[in-house]
Nanobody, 123 residues
Framework: QVQLVESGGDLVQPGGSLELSCAAS????????IGWFRQAPGKEREEVSC????????YYANSVKGRFIIYRDNPKNTVYLRMDSLKPEDTAVYYC????????????????WGQGTQVTVSS
């Protein structure tokens, strides 16, 4: 069983920055990649970014490429999502999840989910 807790969501102006954290606890963490997903009002949940367990493989959705950076602190069991040049369309609830696999094409088979953190980009 794995528990995930997101934090760092906030209200920020367009062009601003935020850093989200996903703190993980439980057994078997070393076997999982971690991904960030988001869901805006009235829209389906979409993948944002993910990172592998140890080899540093990452994936970014085209909509965030060049603006977001995902990185992992394994001793702290925490994955971060640094978000720069935020746009109003980035407004959503952001969730982290454990993943059974990732590739350069996407994030696959999420199993454990956090409760989400709200990011609002507005002037």
């Amino acid at each position: 069983q794995v528990q995930l807790v997101e934090s760092g969501g906030d209200l920020v102006q367009p062009g601003g920055s935020l850093e989200l954290s996903c703190a993980a606890s439980g057994s078997g963490l070393d076997y999982y990649a971690i991904g960030w997903f988001r869901q805006a009002p009235g829209k389906e949940r979409e993948e944002v970014s993910c990172i592998s367990t140890t080899d540093g493989l990452t994936y970014y959705a085209n909509s965030v490429k060049g603006r977001f950076i995902i990185y992992r602190d394994n001793p702290k069991n925490t994955v971060y999502l640094r978000m720069d040049s935020l746009k109003p369309e980035d407004t959503a609830v952001y969730y982290c999840a454990t993943l059974r696999r990732i590739s350069v094409y996407g994030c696959y088979d999420p199993n454990y989910w956090g409760q989400g953190t709200q990011v609002t980009v507005s002037s």
